[in-house]
C-alpha cells in the first residue's frame, strides 16, 4: 500500500462521501497515524506563535486544524456503530486510548491554555457565536485538567485513556452479547399468540442466521418487544426477558469495566474540583445541579408511582380472571398490557402494522417538513453508501438551494450496534465558505419485504429525523456549534418535538396506507390510537424514569463503593419504591448510553428534560395550527438554524416568548392529578 492510494489522502469529491469499497483497515491506521501528526503540528503553530493571542489566530485557527483527522474519524466511528468487524473492532480499541491521550495533551497544553485564558478574560466584545465559542472551549480545558498543576494535568491523561478504553470495551461487549443470544423457535406451541407478522419476520431472522424453516427471536428492541407482547408461553417470554436484562454479563461481564468507568469518573471530578462526577458533567448542561435533575425526576414520579400502581393493580386483575395464580412479573407486563389494550379500545397492532410500511412513514415524515419548512428529499444514487441497506438523498430548502446529504439506515444486522442514533460525516459551517453537512439516521428495524413498523418505530424514524433536520438546517459560522454540538439537555428537542407530527390525524391520513389496498388509514382506527395515547404510560415512565435515577445514583455519590452491581441497582430502585412488576429500561451491564462515552453519563434524565420543552414548545403549534408558517418559521430560526450559538434557553425563550412549563409533559403522559 503507498501513501497516494489512500482514499484519505485525498480531497473527497464534491458530495464529500469517499469511495467506501475502496477503504481497507491499514488505510484507517495510516490516516490517523498522518492526520495525528498533522494535528499535533497545527496545534504546535498555534501554541507557540510569537504573535499576540487573538480570536483569529487562536480558537479560529483551533477551528481549522487537524483536517484530515477529523475526516478519517468521522468515516471511521460511524462505522464502528453501523457497519464494524472484528478488525475494526481492534483498530477500535487501540485507538480509543491513544486519541483520548491526543486530545488531553492539547486540552492541557499550558501555551494554549495562556492563549485561550487571555480571550476569555476579554470576551465581551466578541460577537454572541463567538463568545459562545470561547466559552466552551475554555470549559473543555478547564475539564481536561489544564488548570492543575503538571502531576495533576499528567492524572488527568491517564484517566481520560483508561476510559477511553474501558468505555471501547463496554460498548463491544453488549454487541458481542446481543449477538450471542437467539431464541430458535420451530413448533406451533413455541409460536403460540404470535401474529403473522411477528412469525413472518422472525422467519427472515432465522434465514438471515442460516436457520431456513425455523424462527428466531432475538434480544433486539424490534424483536423481543413483539415477543413478549403476544407470545402465550409464559417460560419462553421469561426466558428472552432474562436474556435481554442479562446482557454484559453471559458471554462477557461488563460488571468490572463499568464499576471501573464510575470509580475514574469519580477520581476525574474530584481531581477537578466537583463533589461527583455528576457535578461535573451537570456544570455544563442546562439543569446546572443534580438537585436540579432530581427535582424534575422527583416531581414527575410522583403522578408516577400511582399511575403504574394502578396500571399493575388492572393486569394482576387480568392475571386472575384468566384463572391463573402467579404474581405480575416483568415479562408478563407487555403480554397482558397488550391484551387490556386489545379489549379496552379494540385495537390490536395486528390492525395497525398494515398501515405503517417503513417506505411510506419514511416519506411522510419527508412530507412533513416539506409542508413545515418547504424542504425538499430527493433520491440521489450517484454517491457511494457503506452498506447496501443505506440510501442517500438529497435535502434542498424552498429555493432550490442544497442543505446537505442525508443518508438512511434503517434495517438491523450483526454489525451493526443496537438502538437508533443519528450523527455526521461532515458538519456545517460557513467559516470559510459554505460547507453543507453529511448526516446519517440509523435505526434497528427487522428486514422483511415488505418491512411494517409498529407505533413505537414509527416514532422513532420522525425522532432521528428530527435529530437530522438540526443538522441539515443548521446555519452556523463555527462547526464546533453546528447543528447537534448544543447542550446534551437540549439535544433531545428538535427530536422530540418532531415525534408529535407523526400521530397527528391530519398528517397519518397523507402517509398511513394499507400495504396491500393502499387506502389510508381509516378515521376509527385514528380514534383508537387517540384514545389510546395514554395507555400505559404509567409503566413507559416508570421505566425510564428508574434507568434515570439509576443514572444519576452511579454518578451522584461521592466515594461509591459498588461491590455487586445486582445489589447496587436493587438498592436503588428500593429507595425510589420501583414496583416490583417493572424493571429500568436498561440495566447496568447493556445502559450503553451512560457506560460507552461521557455525553449520557449523568444526563439520561436528558430525555424527560428535553420532553418538558417538546410537550410546551408543540402547544405553540397546536395553538396556531400545527403547520402555521409563522410558528414553523420561529422554531427554525431561533432553535434548528442556530445549534449551540447561543444559550439554549434564550433559544427556547426566543421561539416560546416565555421558559417552558411542566403541565403539558404530564397531560400528555396522561399524569396530571
Not at 485564558?117 to 475554555?138: G, K, N, T, V, W
Request: include cysteine; glycine fraction near 6%.
Amino acid at each position: 500500500m503507498t501513501a497516494t492510494s489512500n482514499p484519505f489522502f485525498h480531497e473527497p469529491p464534491a458530495h464529500g462521501l469517499p469511495d467506501f469499497d475502496a477503504i481497507t483497515t491499514a488505510h484507517y491506521r495510516q490516516a490517523f497515524d498522518r492526520g495525528l501528526a498533522e494535528h499535533r503540528q497545527d496545534i504546535a503553530v498555534i501554541s507557540e506563535s510569537a504573535e499576540l493571542p487573538d480570536f483569529a489566530n487562536t480558537v479560529e485557527a483551533m477551528e481549522r486544524a487537524g483536517c484530515l483527522l477529523d475526516r478519517v474519524s468521522s468515516v471511521f466511528f460511524n462505522l464502528t456503530s453501523s457497519n464494524t468487524n472484528d478488525e475494526i473492532q481492534a483498530l477500535e480499541l487501540s485507538l480509543s486510548a491513544e486519541l483520548a491521550t491526543h486530545h488531553s495533551v492539547i486540552y492541557t497544553n499550558p501555551q494554549l491554555y495562556t492563549r485561550i485564558e487571555s480571550l476569555h478574560a476579554e470576551r465581551e466584545p466578541l460577537d454572541p457565536d463567538q463568545r459562545q465559542l470561547l466559552q466552551e472551549i475554555h470549559q473543555d480545558f478547564v475539564h481536561a485538567g489544564a488548570a492543575l498543576n503538571e502531576s495533576g494535568r499528567e492524572e488527568m491523561r491517564q484517566i481520560n485513556e483508561s476510559l477511553a478504553s474501558l468505555t471501547t470495551r463496554f460498548s463491544q461487549n453488549v454487541l458481542k452479547d446481543t449477538n450471542a443470544f437467539e431464541l430458535v423457535l420451530e413448533s406451533e406451541e413455541d409460536l403460540a399468540g404470535l401474529p403473522e407478522l411477528e412469525r413472518k419476520a422472525a422467519r427472515s431472522e432465522a434465514e438471515q442466521r442460516g436457520k431456513p424453516g425455523k424462527y428466531v427471536v432475538t434480544i433486539s428492541r424490534s424483536s423481543i418487544t413483539p415477543f413478549l407482547q403476544f407470545a402465550d408461553r409464559r417460560d419462553l417470554r421469561e426466558q428472552m426477558f432474562k436474556a435481554y436484562t442479562s446482557c454484559g454479563k453471559r458471554s462477557v461481564d461488563n460488571q468490572p469495566l463499568l464499576k471501573e468507568i464510575v470509580s475514574l469518573r469519580q477520581q476525574r471530578a474530584q481531581l477537578l474540583g466537583y463533589d461527583t462526577h455528576a457535578d461535573f458533567m451537570l456544570s455544563d448542561r442546562m439543569a446546572g445541579t443534580p438537585d436540579a435533575v432530581l427535582g424534575l425526576l422527583d416531581q414527575i414520579w410522583q403522578p408516577t408511582k400511582i399511575k403504574v400502581a394502578a396500571e399493575a393493580a388492572v393486569l394482576q386483575e387480568r392475571v386472575r380472571r384468566e384463572g391463573e395464580s402467579f404474581k405480575l412479573a416483568p415479562w408478563d407486563w407487555w403480554y397482558y398490557a397488550e391484551k387490556e389494550r386489545a379489549e379496552k379500545f379494540s385495537l390490536d397492532p395486528g390492525q395497525i402494522k398494515p398501515y405503517f410500511k417503513l417506505e411510506n412513514v419514511r416519506d411522510g415524515a419527508f412530507a412533513v417538513v416539506k409542508r413545515l419548512y418547504g424542504i425538499s428529499v430527493t433520491p440521489r444514487n450517484d454517491v457511494p453508501v457503506y452498506h447496501r441497506d443505506v440510501t442517500a438523498y438529497d435535502v434542498t430548502d424552498a429555493d432550490g438551494s442544497p442543505l446537505g446529504l442525508f443518508l438512511v439506515d434503517y434495517f438491523m444486522r450483526p454489525s451493526k450496534r443496537g438502538g437508533a442514533w443519528m450523527s455526521n460525516f461532515r458538519e456545517q459551517s460557513n467559516l470559510d465558505g459554505a460547507i453543507r453537512p453529511i448526516v446519517v439516521n440509523c435505526c434497528n428495524f427487522p428486514k422483511g419485504e415488505p418491512c411494517l413498523l409498529g407505533m413505537d418505530e414509527v416514532r422513532t424514524l420522525f425522532h432521528e429525523f428530527g435529530h437530522a433536520l438540526h443538522s441539515l438546517l443548521s446555519q452556523v459560522r463555527y462547526r464546533s456549534l453546528a447543528g447537534t454540538n448544543v447542550k446534551q439537555d437540549f439535544v433531545e428537542l428538535p427530536s422530540q418535538i418532531m415525534e408529535h407530527w407523526a400521530v397527528q390525524p391530519e398528517v397519518l391520513k397523507s402517509y398511513a396506507r394499507h400495504v396491500d389496498t393502499g387506502e389510508p388509514i381509516p378515521d376509527e382506527l385514528i380514534d383508537k390510537l387517540k384514545a389510546s395515547a395514554t395507555f400505559n404510560q404509567g409503566f413507559a415512565t416508570t421505566e425510564y424514569l428508574a434507568a434515570s435515577y439509576l443514572d444519576m445514583a452511579w454518578h451522584s455519590q461521592a466515594g461509591l463503593e459498588a461491590d455487586e452491581v445486582d445489589v447496587f441497582e436493587s438498592d436503588v430502585m428500593n429507595q425510589i419504591g420501583l414496583i416490583d412488576a417493572v424493571l429500568p429500561r436498561y440495566k447496568s451491564t447493556y445502559f450503553q448510553h451512560i457506560f460507552t462515552g461521557d455525553s449520557y453519563s449523568a444526563g439520561y434524565y436528558s430525555y424527560i428534560w428535553a420532553e418538558v420543552l417538546d410537550a410546551d414548545g408543540f402547544e405553540a403549534f397546536e395553538e396556531n395550527g400545527i403547520f402555521d408558517q409563522a410558528t414553523a418559521l420561529s422554531f427554525r430560526k431561533n432553535v434548528l438554524e442556530m445549534g449551540g450559538s447561543d444559550d439554549p434557553m434564550s433559544l427556547y425563550k426566543a421561539f416560546r416568548g416565555r421558559e417552558p412549563q411542566v403541565a403539558p409533559l404530564l397531560a400528555k403522559r396522561g399524569l396530571a392529578l
